[in-house]
């Protein structure tokens, strides 16, 4: 089945700086890669998402980039907020078959030091 | 607030109990997916229910067991409770079977097992 790998577990950085967090995926057959944010008890939150026939994708501050040869993904922060203080995890599943769970990497803390 | 409700919040109980924890997904939303988050583990995988049937399991135990309900809500039923069961479970709910759909979390249940 499949295996999500993410790193690093822990990243800090000064407000301001960009935030880099790596994952890798096993299944070829993955083509959907969705990152959540999850703030101290509560819910993960959907904050951005990539399909296997796109390379990048931006929404304001953040951004994802796929690269499906190398079976990896990643999410980069820009502008890095005291805010964005958080774990992050990333995600695969597939789109086909009569099942879509999600695969979880095991997280990223991130703390932004003001 | 995603759209999506758990009940209870909390809930505290002994070793060897039963408890059931319940998820009302999105309207529309056709499938409902649990997923079980231990003390600095990741989000795990337990089970996938779509239009009242199982779609797919993960690392679910036999001592836990799920089904949906025709108005499509869920319940979670977790048997003989030890104490590595204590954790957040949350259920997540999207339109579809398939993957490569959002997922919409639910705010969770934190079970203590004592």
């Known amino acids: 089945g499949e295996n999500v790998e993410q790193h690093p577990s822990t990243l800090s950085v000064q407000e301001g700086d960009s935030a880099v967090i790596k994952c890798t995926y096993s299944d070829s057959a993955s083509n959907y890669f969705p990152w959540y944010k999850q703030e101290l008890g509560k819910r993960p939150q959907l904050i951005i998402d990539?399909?296997?026939?796109?390379g990048e994708k931006k929404d304001q501050r953040i951004a994802v980039t796929l690269n499906k040869t190398a079976k990896h993904f990643s999410l980069h922060i820009t502008e890095t907020q005291p805010e964005d203080s958080a774990v992050y995890f990333c995600?695969?599943?597939?789109?086909?078959?009569?099942?879509?769970?999600?695969?979880f990497g095991k997280g990223t803390k991130l703390s932004v030091k003001p | 607030d995603s759209g999506v409700t758990q009940t209870p919040k909390h809930l505290i109980t002994a070793t060897g109990q039963r408890v059931t924890l319940r998820c009302s997904p999105r309207?529309?939303?056709?499938?409902v997916y649990w997923y079980q988050q231990s003390l600095d583990q990741g989000l795990q995988f337990l089970i996938q229910y779509y239009n009242g049937e199982e779609r797919a399991k993960g690392n679910i135990l036999e001592r836990f067991s799920a089904q949906q309900f025709p108005d499509l809500h869920s319940e979670l039923n977790l048997s003989s409770l030890e104490l590595g069961d204590s954790a957040l479970y949350f259920c997540?709910?999207?339109?579809?079977?398939?993957?490569?759909?959002?997922?919409?979390f639910g705010p969770g249940t934190r079970l203590t097992v004592l």
């Open positions: 995600a695969a599943s597939t789109n086909g078959g009569s099942q879509g769970n999600l695969i």
């Open positions: 309207s529309g939303d056709l499938s």
């Open positions: 997540a709910s999207s339109p579809q079977q398939r993957g490569g759909h959002t997922q919409y």
């Open positions: 990539i399909r296997s026939n796109v």
